[in-house]
């Protein structure tokens, strides 16, 4: 034996190693295949277990957490039908570039390759989606790869890694030495890189950036938005990365992505010099690679971003800058110029932005959101996160919520279904002083509304609003523009359930509004209350967005 370092089984291990990382929650649907961690977390109040009820609300409250610490949000489900269950959160992590661990009990050492009960391949499954996929078949060495997936989660691009942990390998008593915590990677900017960007601005007639994504951070957001505003520079959000800087910021000009302002979206194409920060320049947030294409021609494009190997990936980028977010934000924030004179752009861009997400009421539309919205932006504070999935319904948020500071948004890129609800409960169990407002469609909601169990076993605080047209609205969208009177598989007819109900069965609260005037007495009583409460929201599916009818869509079929 080893002097000083003790006997352990290797599930002990593990939670020791969370510890050491500075790890305080995870999330999990129990399996037998990881019962010595279970064992171990019983002797470790410091870490909060929050119990799921599915393996997707699972991985999406792990999620959920990554974006809103800026640490590895932990996951912990079974093999086979739990893994594949998570697989949609891991994705999700993937392309939002979120930091995440899941971990995967496995069959044990000796079954493998027999096609034992619920066996997977788990490294090759997750390949695809995952910044690391491995699997830990000496306990000894559970030390080295734990630490190793803090690190990669965090590095660069941050992202989610899989560890597969069979469950004999974690009854196995060994001696292993624990690992110190893994400190953050900040890659510096470079100086001289800083001051080509200053000549390119001094340069420009119409310079626009594009904010948040990878590594992005409240220090980032803060600094960048007082170096935009200083010298006049309007800022778009990609897309879902509203809360990149505050909405109240002088030059904010909304967010790209879908249902953009045509103004916003011109001054991008217009735009001389693009610089974007931390975004990829996904196909959502340009549009499907047109609003600014790889090739940018008559544009120059500034990138900067946390990794390297997403520099020229894509986009060629005239000035590549890799650094850590908030230290380049930092150095924009205190670089000093005085040769450049102010842009106008910023203020002109923010007051069309002011103009674009005030709603109007609109004629003969019983209940219409985008009042809903602003009766929500009248009576609750800058710091409410609003949490959703994906959907049309999302859109009205989009466009006429104003979002605080990050973490205010929590919404995925990959715009998966079903998130909102288990990031509301991540939300309120991170942040319980803060109001938190899951935003979904009745579709959506209804891929994860089990996890209402979760919010009211630990007596979660969420407000639900579930927008009701009774159908899968995005798909029937498409489907009324290239089909048009041909509906098939995008109606959910009578098939809903009655919500109100659905809240009271997990001890919440619940109304229904049907319209527009008798939405601000319902969010009164709502917020007057706590725990679950819900307001199911019936809507028109000829209201299909806030800018377009489906009569509209049939018309340009």
Known sequence: ?????????????LVDQLLAQGVDRIFTVPGESFLAVLDALHDSPEIDTVVCRQEGGVAYMADADGKMTGRPGIAFVTRGPGATNA??????????????????????????????????DMEAFFKPVAKWSARVDDARRIPEYVARAFRVATAGRPGPVVLSIPEDMLRDEVEAADRKAVPPVAEMPDPGAVAALFELLKEAAAPIAIVGGADWSPCAGHHFANFAYRHGIPVAAAFRRQDAVSNECGVYAGQLGYGPNPKLQQRVRDADLVIAVGARLGESTTDGYTLLTPDHPGQTLVHVHPDPNELGRVYEADLPICADMGEFAQMLDEWQDPDLVRFSAGEQAHKEWLDWSTPAPRDGVAMDLGPCVGVMRDKLPANTIICNGAGNFSGWWHRYWHYGPQPTQLAPTSGTMGYGLPAAVAASLRFADRPVVCVAGDGDFLMNGQELATAASRNADLLVILVDNGNYGTIRMHQERDYPDRVSGTQLGDGNPDFVKFAEAFGGWGTRVETTDAFEAAFDEAMGRKGIRLLHCLTDIEQITNATTLTKLKAKA
């Open 1 to 13: 034996m080893t002097k000083g370092i003790a006997t352990r089984t290797g599930g002990r291990i």
């Open 87 to 120: 697989s949609g959160g891991v994705h999700v992590a993937f392309q939002d570039s979120t930091p995440m661990i899941l971990f995967v009990g496995d069959l044990a050492r000796g079954d493998r390759d027999r096609e034992g009960f619920q066996e997977i």
